[in-house]
């Protein structure tokens, strides 16, 4: 079935929505595809806050949180994108309040911010209130805000159509062609339809599902990132994949950074507050990269509780009130998921895989670029964790994820609505579904006797984990990238149980594991290539920052013999890089 | 330990039935394109192809033995089923963590979400059946859309014409807690569908969509009280909750949900006094 539309939009957490409102604002006809229901997108699990520079509870000026995000991300950010960030967080998150989101309110009604890691006054001094939030679920209504105000603009929206691929017109975009639509596989029945539209948002977050242990939702496998790069377009920075400190042990459901925002502590095994030997201005305060590498040594040399793999974060002092007001949902996570009783108990935790720094460029109107001279892929977009703007360079500041992509959500929809005025929709292109529906029917029709999906997908996070995490080194990146090869060739005769049309889980499952191979050798090529250590990316055998030789982006092209790598340079207009201490 | 994890099974497509228009044809060899099967071709013989088991086409109890850890959720149980025992069971799951809403089911017989449920919390023996009340997709997947629906129907938004201020409107701590609760909906469908007023007529708004109107009808900031509370008047609207208390037991959030209601029910009886 084919749908004329003239914006689409694919995903629908806050990148998605706020494009979706702004199109919707300006009479453009637009479709949103997610591949759950709106309300069940990612951006729902935020937890902590959304940092701007209002000031309402102490001075702070939008240039100071430019300059924690470029100092946070090692240098590798793009200003100019930092620069729109800081200053636009402002706008947008006011106009956030006048949507109706229920901010917490200090005595006099104001927005209440709160600390948040590496995020300071006056270039890097101390800690500062910057992140406003609504209790410790800031991201569910974000979420549910947008959604409302999609409602109420009358927003079409196409819930549980999963896009599995993209159109293009006159051409792939390495040819010159524009973005003409997307084709999506319809849950409920199996269906495939196309959607054409002028402009089209990639808006499908990350990919924290290749790794074991992660804070990532199930549905979170790269969709939009994968797709992008079998198209052609390079992904940007992709080895740089942040891991959380304070995940719960074992299966990784985030303690948000809030808790320690709030004055939490990390203790090792003799109760020291280890984060004095590492960051000694900042502490637990200190970027999260920091922290976990800190989590590590200090389980290494035999700190870790009870000589295992796990720290202890405490909240107890902060007493009975704060808990409940300011962190009332992760002290039942505590609860639920390790029958732990914060109020008089630590609660263990350790590092967990939390979000893609890397993704598909784009420039600052959310518009994707496709080379190292940034040239513009007409019609396309992209925003959110899954574009690389870049504002997290090598390591994102808490809170900044939500920040990205509110203002470049925000930006994409304004960047789109602009565009689709100038251009003709694209003609119905014929077989559009042709090469989808191969892939999908020889997954499904394969004999039900090769591997399983989750056999894969288990040796698959099991790899990343152990080999490309908190520390790596040249020889487990080779490891790594020659398992992932590995992985992928069985997975070319993966197979499934369900041959059915009906909410046929399993096939979209085997889809979606394609997607994470992909990109999961994509991370492993090019952490192995960037010899030096920067934010996330840790090398032990390269333990130094090298701005000599890689002051710049990677971008990582597909090809039949794996990705291709070249590089970008980085903007800098106002802070040169100096060394990152805290 | 040793669980015995019965799902209530439903498979909507038996083999005879020929696939619906427009899905993808089975039955075209691995890797070759499917050049000359025309869009719309039903695929007869898939199932014959793949050797998909012959089910009934009605709802039937399966149980699973599954090797749990206490601590597991009943999630991580149905994961495990369909990774090592039957890829074909379906569910719906994303966040994981009790935020997301996508997981809410009937598990020994009381709707709850499925990642907030330990095994040491319901012991050896675990039943899981879709939400009741909902019309079955597959398995433990129930249609949404209908609730969804009811959800829009009160106009869950922030209603304000005033001009905007240029920073943030004010509101006090105390004023942002008369309605903290509420706001803390994940629209999982958990309260609704375990309403006995719902069961017995669909057509009522059901706890969640007035939950939903509630978070604004109390919110300082908004004026489109009167709007909602002329929705929640009419017969499929809060007058049908007799206050059985199902919906606050359902809730996976803790969330009051009959005290909202009644706060809502007095509000229209106050607005017509």
Known sequence: MDHPFDAIVVGAGGAGLWAALELAREGVKTAVLTKLYPTRSHTGTAQGGVCAALGNLEEDRWDWHMFDTVKGGDYLVDQEAAEVLAHEAIETVIELEHMGLPFNRTPDGKIDQRRFGGHTRNFGEAPVRRACFAADRTGHMILQTLYQQCIKHGVQFFDEYQVVDLLFEGGEPEKGGRAAGVVAYRVADGQLHTFRGKAVLMATGGFGRMFRITSNAYSLTGDGVALCYRHGIPLEDMEFFQFHPTGIVGIGILLSEAARGEGGTLLNDKGERFMERYAPKLMELAPRDMVSRAMYQEIRAGRGIGGKDYLYLDVRHLGRKVIEEKLPDITEFARIYQGVEPLTEPVPVQPTAHYAMGGIPTNVFSEVVRDEKNTVVPGLFAAGECACVSVHGANRLGTNSLVDLLVFGRRAGRQMARYAGTVERPRPIDDAVEPIRARLDAIRSREATGESVATIRHELADVMMDKVGVYRDGELLTEALAKVRELKGRYSAVSIADCGAVFNTELLEANELGYLLDLAEVMAAGALARTESRGAHSREDFPERNDAKWLKHTLAYVSPKGPTLKYKPVSITRFEPKPRTY | ?273
Not at chain 2, 199 to 221: K, L, M, N, T
């Open chain 2, 1 to 273: 330990m040793n669980v015995d994890l019965r799902i209530l099974r439903y498979d909507p497509e038996p083999p005879s039935v020929a696939l619906a228009e427009g899905t993808p044809s089975a039955g075209v060899a691995a890797g070759t394109p499917s050049a000359g099967v025309a869009a719309g071709t039903p695929s007869a013989g898939a199932a014959e192809l793949t050797g998909r088991p012959s089910t009934p086409p009605k709802p039937h109890w399966v149980t699973y033995q599954v090797e749990a850890d206490p601590m597991d959720r009943v999630l991580d149980l149905l994961i495990k089923v369909k990774a090592e025992q039957d890829g074909s069971l379906s569910f719906r799951r994303s966040c994981g963590h009790g935020i997301c809403g996508s997981d809410a089911m009937l598990i020994n017989s009381r709707n709850r979400l499925a990642c907030r449920i330990r095994v040491d919390q319901l012991g050896k023996k675990i039943s899981v059946a879709p939400l009741p009340g909902l019309p079955v997709v597959k398995d433990l997947v129930v249609e949404m859309s209908g609730f969804f629906s009811k959800y829009r129907s009160v106009k869950p938004y922030l209603i304000n014409d005033q001009p905007e201020p240029e920073r943030e409107r004010l509101q006090s701590a105390k004023d942002r807690a008369r309605y903290d609760d509420t706001t803390k909906c994940i629209l999982c469908a958990a309260c609704t569908s375990s309403c006995p007023s719902f069961w017995a007529r669909p057509e009522y708004v059901g706890p969640a969509a007035i939950v939903q109107a509630h978070r604004f009808i109390f919110d300082s900031r908004d004026e489109g009280a009167a709007e909602r509370l002329e929705i929640l008047a009419d017969e499929d609207g809060v007058w049908r909750c007799r206050t059985i208390f199902n919906c606050v037991e359902a809730c996976p959030r803790g969330i009051n949900i009959t005290r909202a209601i009644l706060e809502v029910s007095g509000a229209i009886v106050g607005r017509r006094g």
